[in-house]
């Protein structure tokens, strides 16, 4: 069976488990794009991104442009010779010019069963929606947003207590298994792209941390919700108006839902600096 030389572009852990899935396949990797090092973490110390560390172990070369637009990133890509570019949470947008350049051109795992959910955030959004499955989509890209064919699709139940950080993990593995089964069948010539529907589009916005602070006037269920859907980022949160301490005191929720799929206590408690007593979030 023949084995394609992949380009890949990636950068945050999710891109990894792929990466370190082509590292170890038949499919030779040839060349990395990722994003420029940046501080990260509570002492933000500059750092390389996990798809970095993984390419650079594996001596793989890399790049990492602050944009893809203009010549110079179509130049490497060409240089490398890819027969197809593999795009996972790259964070920057690919220019047409570069989707088309590889002979068989582009492709792209989303955490999502599309065309629901395209965009940003399809983890969280999927938690805060209540949706019963969510899975991964290896679809062929073009310049729109997540809008093209469908190549392969797997969907996986959403549990009572699943988080976003657990989802992440089982996505993650599951569409570094998804990736290599489509590459497979798309050197053997198998795959064939579906359009995607017109019916049942949405759009997963970025997250943001206004979007974490509880409002307790919403539902018991909507609640679980948001704290599974920000756990373990931004982690929902909530406010004591009636403490002593001045300004109020900022109180994240630690849910205890700490691995996907395990069955836990069915509430999570935050302790005030002020107060020694427990809220349930349901």
Not at 44 to 55: F, L
Not at 84 to 105: F, K, M, N, S
Not at 127 to 146: P, Q, S
């Amino acid at each position: 069976m023949t084995a394609l030389r992949v380009a890949f572009a990636g950068t945050p852990e999710f891109a990894r488990s792929a990466l370190q899935a082509l590292l170890g396949s038949r499919h030779p990797v040839v060349g990395v794009f990722t994003r420029p090092d940046r501080p990260r973490g509570r002492g933000q110390r500059v750092s390389a991104s996990p798809v970095k560390e993984a390419a650079l172990a594996a001596d793989v070369p890399v790049s990492q442009p602050a944009t893809l637009k203009g010549g110079a990133a179509l130049d490497v890509l060409t240089s490398w010779r890819a027969d197809v570019l593999v795009v996972v949470a790259y964070g920057l947008i690919v220019p047409q010019a570069l989707l088309d350049a590889p002979r068989l051109g582009s492709v792209n795992i989303h955490a999502s069963l599309l065309p629901r959910w395209r965009g940003a955030a399809p983890i969280q959004r999927a938690l805060l929606a209540g949706d019963a499955t969510t899975g991964i989509t290896l679809m062929r890209m073009e310049a729109a947003l997540d809008a093209g064919p469908i190549l392969l699709q797997k969907s996986i139940g959403i549990c009572a207590t699943d988080t976003s950080g657990g989802l992440h993990h089982e996505l993650a593995t599951l569409g570094a298994r998804i990736l290599l089964e489509g590459l497979d069948a798309l050197a053997a010539d198998l795959l064939q792209p579906t359009p995607q529907p017109r019916e049942g589009v949405s759009y997963a916005a970025k997250i943001a941390k206004s979007e974490a602070i509880i409002d307790w006037a919403r539902s018991a269920i909507e609640i679980d919700r948001q704290i599974r859907a920000f756990n373990p980022w931004p982690m929902a949160q909530t406010r004591f108006e009636d403490c002593a301490s001045s300004p109020p005191a900022s109180m994240t929720v630690r849910h205890l839902l700490l691995r996907s799929r395990v069955p836990l206590p069915l509430c999570s408690t935050m302790r005030s600096p002020c107060s020694a007593g427990q809220v349930a979030s349901r």
